[in-house]
């Protein structure tokens, strides 16, 4: 392996994907680096101006000259930081929210186009070498927090989080195939008829496959969310990804205008109750029952949106 090794590669995959023309690529007025940043932003939990700048190694007077454009084009609002008043705090408006799905959507559109040229029996073989690209440059280090991006489901991503909930609830707590049913029931609702104003589904993704899911969708309770199906991979727990899918919730929640969150979970899924309780969700009844083979005690939380507005949690 030498340096032309790895710069001719670097030419040859830029070429692939279309790097060097970016916005012609996607139909879009933003260069490659434009877009990164509206990723993050989309995708990161720290918004800050200096987390972006270091996150992404961008020079300062670069950086604030694309957020200047996006201010400019009304995609992002800047405010003191909660962390520190001189720091820049950076949200994207749902002007901006809708220009990075539409950037993300293409992005996908145009992977999708390049992946269908490699034969599906190779595929498997493509997929391990990104992966061992991956591992060898960031030198063996173990995931980070930031390594974790909240994502928008993709094609399969809902099947995902049937086949995962059900795998995962009948090792870790012996759930039988009722349990699957549920699931499955709850996700097909979604994908059938759901307004994506009022209703959301959160992917954890982590080295470019899904680690955790939640979702938010109307309660029968006027003005109440209810927050189902988290789960979160063994492999990747520690990471804070069960904060941040809740969080998620919680913030959706509240810009949608709900005036609660409730959620129904069983007393023997301690981390889960944690959690709940680390974001101001309390517990308003519980009730034993019999479902999914076994014997548990059901529990209902609500989290009152108005009263943990402004950090009261």
């Known amino acids: 392996m030498t340096v032309h090794d790895i710069r001719a590669f670097n030419r040859f995959y830029t070429n692939a994907i279309g790097a060097l023309d970016y916005s012609r690529h996607l139909y879009a007025p933003y260069t490659l680096t434009e877009s990164r940043v509206l990723y993050e932003l989309a995708h990161s939990p ?68 390049l992946l269908a040229t490699v034969p599906s029996t190779e595929r498997p073989r493509l997929s391990e070498a990104l992966r061992t690209v991956r591992e060898i440059l960031s030198d063996g280090r173990p995931p980070r927090r930031e390594d974790v991006v909240l994502r928008e489901p993709g094609p399969g991503d809902l099947g995902w989080i049937v086949q995962r909930n059900a795998a995962l609830y009948a090792a870790e707590y012996g759930f039988n195939a009722d349990y699957e049913g549920l699931v499955a029931k709850i996700v097909a609702d979604f994908a059938v008829d759901h307004d994506p104003h009022l209703e959301r589904v959160w992917i954890a993704e982590l080295d470019g496959r899904p680690v955790g899911c939640i979702m938010c969708v109307r309660d029968e309770a006027p003005a109440t969310a209810r927050l189902r199906l988290l789960v979160v991979e063994p492999d990747a727990r520690g990471l804070g990804i069960g904060d941040r899918l809740v969080t998620a919730v919680i ?27 680390r974001h101001g969700f309390v517990l308003v009844a519980e009730k034993p029952h019999r479902s999914f083979g076994k014997d548990l005690t059901g529990q209902d939380w609500r989290l009152d949106l108005h009263r943990t507005q402004g950090g009261d949690e």
Not at 74 to 87: M, P, Q
């Open 251 to 277: 913030d959706f929640a509240r810009e949608a205008g709900y005036r609660e969150v409730v959620l129904w979970t069983n007393d023997i899924l301690g981390a889960a109750r944690r959690i709940y309780q």
């Open 46 to 113: 720290r918004t800050d101006a200096a987390d972006l700048r270091a996150e992404l190694s961008l020079d300062a007077g670069y950086l604030s000259r694309i957020l200047n454009k996006f201010e400019q084009d009304g995609l992002i609002e800047r405010t003191a930081s909660h962390r520190d008043t001189r720091r820049r705090h950076v949200t994207l408006t749902d002007r901006g929210r809708e220009t990075a799905a539409l950037l993300a959507e293409r992005a996908n559109e145009s992977v999708s186009a």
